[in-house]
């Protein structure tokens, strides 16, 4: 990161003389000298990457050992894609290690924190080999910045892919869990709603209260919303539409647990609740439901 | 298609079997309103079990179907709406709240006859 300020300037210098430059020495033939390089200096320059992660207190979650130990594979696969100019490896590696990092709290800036720093260890070491001869180090560092930058990029990718994904499988899971419709009495069916709902969970919702409906012939439903903390326009005009299309099912739905800051809300907002069934308590709206299906509690 | 439309004691039953065209609606329209009074009925139930996506139209043809056999002195109940017709009629806009729903025919004939041994 520290030399970040050097390529806008070295660039600027760069341009017209590469151009001329460059008729003659391919920039392939380049790039297997500068792997040749990386490759007779591995020991050190690995030694030297592994220091500075320490140093900048990266990767604090992992141990000396493995650290040195995924550093050499980072290495080895970083050299290969510089190499072969194919990335799918590497990829393959990052997917991988996110997959074995992220549970243990890696977190996004250490893993492109690690590879900038071993860009600008092996950048380094570029400038101390060449330092004599400063026309081809700038061959050299044109040949080795854009596939150095397109490693940082596949490698920080891969790994907020993996996390995205693992993030996306974890709603999935909250999902399934957190809408059980469960049956208290004949015909008579609860739903308690915890958490926060998004207008996605929101018909989630509702579907499998109408299927629940239908295969419990259920007459009456208790929705409980004790564990909601707050609700916008939409989820709460979601939730007024719920209620209708249960009563298109023939069945009668009772909203409880509604919390005061969510009635303020509501009222505030003018959302049109005059159509639902409200009752304070869980345990008030069983005892309504009761009424409602003609149970009656007798005391022994 | 014609709606076969059942008489079955002091209730009159239609089961809608398959898609209607709006024709075939207006036709049930008429047919219930005549017999309503002809077979002294006291309610209408209308079988919609059938019926897998449910238009503006036939909604609105069902809401006036129940208000004219109010006015011709009866009850209609409208049963068997499925779960995913249901939640598309309300995202329209259509919630038949004049109307009264059960979830099936034998829901909707419990429903009648509590109702009317509660009114003997």
Redesign the interface.
Known sequence: MAKRDRSPRASGLRSPEAAKLTQGEAPSELLRELVAHLRQNRTLLREEWVGRISETRLLTAMTKDEIFAEATSVYDSYVEALETGTFEALQAYARNLSERIIPRGVETHEVVGIVLLLRDVLARSLFATYQTDFKKLNRILDAYEPAANRIANTVAVGFVQERERVIRQQQEAIRELSTPVLQVRERLLILPIIGVIDPQRARQL??QL??G??TN?A?VVVIDITGVAAMDVTVANHLV?TV????????TVIVTGLSPEIAQTLVTIGVDLG?MNTVGDLQGGIEQAERLLGYKVVPS | MEVPILKQGEFLIATIQAALSDADLEHLRMALIQRVVRFRSRAVIVDVTAMDVMDSFASRTLKEIAQMIRLRGAETV??G?Q?????A???LGI???TVA???DLE??LA?LSQKFKNLN
Request: net charge positive; glycine share 6%; proline share 3%.
């Open positions: 509702t579907e109408l299927r409906i239908r012939r007459k539409q209708e299309a249960s009563r298109l099912l023939g069945a159509k | 409208i049963v709406i779960p995913e017709v249901a939640f009629m309300v995202q919630t038949l709240e729903t059960a979830l829901e909707g429903y």
